[in-house]
């Protein structure tokens, strides 16, 4: 029951969407309608400007945190990875937006984070230079994700089964971003700055 319970709370947490919000309170935009028609920070960064891009990543990882927390606190630290699970469930298939979120960047970052902090800055570092070095937010994203995999299976003294429940959130996060890899591999993936 009480994984059913974990899923459940995570995942109408995680539906709580910082761009839509925003896009559709504030702004009178949805956000799904411009742009990629992604409803993560990249995007409303790029439609709705930087201030909201800024404020829709802080909604998106504090609520991962929050799941975290709340999890944690409901059910005890082995239920976690299951609450991460749900919160980007949550978050890249929110029932009330046609089940067409995010990709889960923040809200996988805000809920690792408090989960297990030290593992967590290893992959935030490895988005960072990602970023920086390719110009391109997508690559590292991509690279966020693929390190969670490589840091937590590797690094971290989790069970079997939560290592795999943290394992597949990382690979839906690099499911979500397929479009972005074609961009990539045929060059035509945007830069920070608008250029290619």
Do not use: Q
Not at 144 to 151: A, G, H, L, P, W
Not at 167 to 182: E, F, L, P, W, Y
């Amino acid at each position: 029951m009480n994984h059913v319970l974990t899923l459940l709370i995570s995942y109408f947490v995680g539906t709580i969407s910082g761009s839509y919000i925003i896009g559709n309170i504030f702004l009178n935009k949805d956000i799904r309608k411009y742009g990629s028609g992604n409803a993560g920070t990249t995007n409303a960064m790029r439609v709705l400007g930087k201030k909201a891009g800024v404020l829709t990543f802080a909604i998106d990882f504090l609520k991962g945190a929050l799941v975290t927390i709340i999890i944690r606190k409901l059910f005890g630290n082995e239920f976690v990875p299951l609450g991460i699970f749900g919160a980007v469930l949550g978050h890249d298939f929110p029932f009330y937006m046609n089940f067409k979120g995010g990709k889960g960047v923040a809200t996988t970052l805000g809920a690792l984070a408090l989960f297990n902090f030290p593992l967590t800055l290893i992959c935030y570092i490895v988005w960072v230079l990602g970023t920086v070095l390719t110009k391109m937010v997508s690559v590292g994203s991509i690279l966020f994700f693929i390190s969670i995999i490589i840091v937590y299976t590797f690094m971290s003294d989790l069970s079997i089964s939560n290592t795999l429940i943290i394992d597949i959130v990382a690979i839906i996060g690099i499911i979500r971003h397929k479009d972005n890899i074609k961009r990539i591999i045929s060059g035509n993936e945007n830069k920070i700055g608008g250029k290619k």
